[in-house]
């Protein structure tokens, strides 16, 4: 397996400062999709499905939330499931949380904040928090940076989120952007991404130097855990209290 390919110098072209455009629309857009079909909806919701119960108002932050389809798909579950939620959604992109609010119209209990997820919400804790899809942006350094404030921010339930990278993963986002999904944006992105993705090993040692348990062994409060998912993403979650 090749190196991690990350360049602070090279963003990914959805992370350069830029207006409302119809090429970030579609970029935005076409990343729902993969999140709907390629496993990271499910991955949250499943997760969530055997920890929020009814009975209690539940608080929700939703740290790099790009057009908020992961805040969308929790706020329609929990009002199937009878759960009351309120979330937080957090990205450090202007023009992107503009087209979230306009897509989150109807989802009045979702409110979007303009951030920095490295220091967003200090002196703050909600009941969940999630990050999905995020940590391939930063340096190793930012990323367990990302992870400590994690800790800070959430007094129940954290799940971290993210692509995995391995071969088998760049090949099929290769195939993906040259047959499928050809914008522009988003083939250099989803090709960068892959390559920027940490791999299983370098996942769990993020958790490990941002203080988290030996991630996987499970045991006393606070129970961490680790685990491949679906299409080559992975997840990392820390719980503070029984699931």
Known sequence: MSRRAFDPA?????????PVTPALERDLANLVTLNRRFGSHALVLDHLR?????????RILD????????PRAIADWAARSGIEVTIDAVDFQASTLAIARRLSA??????????????????QQWD????????HHFSEADAVRVLRHCTALASAHILVADLRRC????????LLTATWMREPMTVA????????????????ALARDAGWRDPGRGGDRPACGHARKFCFRQALWLDMLPA
């Open 128 to 135: 969940v928090v999630l990050c999905s899809l995020a940590l």
């Open 189 to 204: 992105d989803a090709r960068t991404s892959v390559r920027r993705a940490f791999s299983f090993e370098e996942f769990a």
């Open 106 to 123: 109807a989802h009045p209990n979702i409110t979007f904040h303009e951030g920095d997820i490295r220091d967003f919400g200090l002196g």
């Open 63 to 70: 740290l790099a939330t790009a057009s908020g389809d992961i």
């Open 50 to 58: 055997t920890r929020l119960r009814p009975g209690r108002a539940w």
């Open 10 to 18: 090279t963003p990914e072209l959805m992370d350069v400062e830029q």
């Open 167 to 174: 071969a088998a993963g760049t090949l099929g986002v290769d």
